[in-house]
């Protein structure tokens, strides 16, 4: 493999990662602001809120635990793990090629 296409696989596996630390980062931050309670009628709470529910649409409601505080933990934190995981795991096959 030449240097020129080690170096496009290098950052391809960079903006990936990025992008995957962001979306888990998101979802990290919605957490976080559930937990502290705070004030949803804030516009960043609310951005958070709705960014962090369309990233983890898939597992938003996966868990049906009595306390909401562990259903928003378990739902949104396996979104996190999941991009977290997938991302880092794409960027380290690119960069092996």
Same mark, same amino acid.
């Given at each position: 493999?030449?240097?020129?296409?080690?170096?496009?696989?290098?950052?391809?596996? !960079?903006?990936?990662?990025?992008? +995957?630390?962001?979306? +888990?980062?998101?979802?990290?931050?919605?957490?976080?602001?559930?937990?502290?309670?705070?004030?949803?009628?804030?516009?960043? @709470?609310? &951005?958070?809120?709705?960014?962090?529910?369309?990233?983890?649409?898939?597992?938003?409601?996966?868990? !049906? &635990?009595?306390?909401?505080?562990?259903?928003? @933990?378990?739902?949104?934190?396996?979104?996190?793990?999941?991009?977290?995981? +997938?991302?880092?795991?794409?960027?380290? @096959?690119?960069?092996?090629?």
């Amino acid at each position: 493999m030449s240097p020129s296409q080690r170096s496009g696989s290098n950052r391809a596996a !960079t903006i990936i990662i990025v992008i +995957a630390d962001i979306m +888990a980062g998101i979802i990290g931050l919605w957490i976080l602001m559930y937990l502290l309670d705070a004030n949803r009628a804030n516009d960043l @709470v609310n &951005f958070l809120q709705d960014a962090a529910r369309w990233l983890a649409g898939w597992s938003w409601d996966l868990f !049906t &635990f009595d306390e909401a505080w562990a259903r928003v @933990v378990a739902g949104y934190g396996l979104a996190a793990i999941v991009y977290l995981f +997938a991302g880092h795991a794409l960027a380290n @096959v690119l960069r092996r090629r």
